[in-house]
């Protein structure tokens, strides 16, 4: 079993950047692959971006493209998300998970573990 908490998050003008990161415990990181997801009020909860195991494969969900990067440190047992370019429609909670499987997943039923949620708010 593992552990996440989520850490980063803010209030933010739009086209300012933030940096969430989710430290892991209980299980190494490297057994993972891992996801961050966000949901915004009154929204279900939906993908952001993916990395796998060893950091060499991302992938992220189109509204991030090209803003967002996701990295990870095994030896830290943490992960990143770099978020640039923020926009007032990126205002949600944002969750790390942990998905036991070797692939990358973009649904969230598909994930092991959560971690509670970290808040970014994006003013316009």
């Known amino acids: 079993q593992v552990q996440l908490v989520e850490s980063g998050g803010g209030l933010v003008q739009a086209g300012g950047s933030l940096r969430l990161s989710c430290a892991a415990s209980g299980r190494t990181l490297s057994s993972y692959v891992m996801d961050w997801f966000r949901q915004a009020p009154g929204k279900e909860r939906e993908f952001v971006a993916a990395?796998?195991?060893?950091?060499?494969?991302?992938y992220y969900a189109d509204s991030v493209k090209g803003r967002f990067t996701i990295s990870r440190d095994n030896a830290k047992n943490t992960v990143y998300l770099q978020m640039n370019s923020l926009k007032p429609e990126d205002t949600a909670v944002y969750y790390c998970?942990?998905?036991?499987?070797?692939?990358?997943?973009?649904?969230?039923?598909?994930?092991?573990?959560w971690g509670k949620g970290t808040l970014v708010t994006v003013s316009s």
């Open positions: 998970a942990a998905d036991a499987t070797l692939l990358i997943h973009t649904i969230p039923s598909a994930m092991d573990y």
């Open positions: 990395i796998t195991r060893g950091g060499g494969g991302t």
